[in-house]
Structure formats: structure tokens, C-alpha cells
């Protein structure tokens, strides 16, 4: 069964820090390009940064967070992780982790993330 696990959301004041977990599993966790999107009330689900498969090397992030979010993995453990610095109210959302190879793509249940300010 493939299951990605999202963690680490939660309510953090405007210029902190929060480190999201997505533990995957059921997969062949480096072949497929893994990411995060995410989705604020009222809009719709908007990538945030993804990375390629094994042996594709290449990194996503949307503009409004280049610089301040990083994304990272680790093979060993099938866990990607998005570290988030100088949060604003913008990016409070729902965090999904995706992750696809082909035409197979998977989704994580979202964790929120709050940002007051």
C-alpha cells in the first residue's frame, strides 16, 4: 500500500521556522519526483518545490518562496522534508507531499500550517 505521512505543520509567528516530514512508503521511493504543493482557503493547490527522480537533477521552487524554503530527502529513510524559514501569513496552507512516476502519482493527507503575524 502506498502511504505518504505528512508531519512537522503547525502555528508559527510571521518570520519563523517550521520543518515539514513526509515519511513515503509502498514505492520505490527514488525513482518518482517527490514534492510539496500546497493549498490556502479559497485558492487552489499551487506547487511549492519538488525534485526529480534518481539521476534527474532538478529542483523546483515557486518564486515566492526561493530562498527562504529548501527542500531535501533521504533514500534511506523514503522521507522528504521541506524546511520552511522566514514564514509569512502567505504561506499559511495545507502542506500536501506528491509524488509521481509516470502516470502513478500519490498524495499525502496535508498538514496545516499557520502563520501569524
Known amino acids: 500500500e502506498v502511504q505518504l505521512v505528512e508531519s512537522g505543520g503547525g502555528l508559527v509567528q510571521a518570520g519563523g521556522s517550521l520543518r515539514l516530514s513526509c515519511a513515503a512508503s509502498g514505492f520505490t521511493f527514488d525513482d518518482y519526483a517527490i514534492g510539496w504543493f500546497r493549498q490556502a482557503p479559497g485558492k487552489g493547490r499551487e506547487a511549492v518545490s519538488c525534485?526529480?527522480?534518481?539521476?534527474?537533477?532538478?529542483?523546483y521552487y515557486e518564486d515566492s518562496v526561493k530562498g527562504r524554503f529548501t527542500i531535501s530527502s533521504d533514500s534511506a529513510t523514503n522521507t522528504v522534508y521541506l524546511q520552511m524559514n522566514s514564514l509569512r501569513p502567505e504561506d499559511a496552507a495545507v502542506y500536501y507531499c506528491?509524488?509521481?512516476?509516470?502516470?502513478?502519482?500519490?498524495w499525502g493527507q496535508g498538514t496545516q500550517v499557520t502563520v501569524s503575524s
Open positions: 506528491y509524488a509521481r512516476f509516470g502516470n502513478s502519482e500519490y
Open positions: 525534485t526529480g527522480s534518481r539521476g534527474v537533477d532538478i529542483t
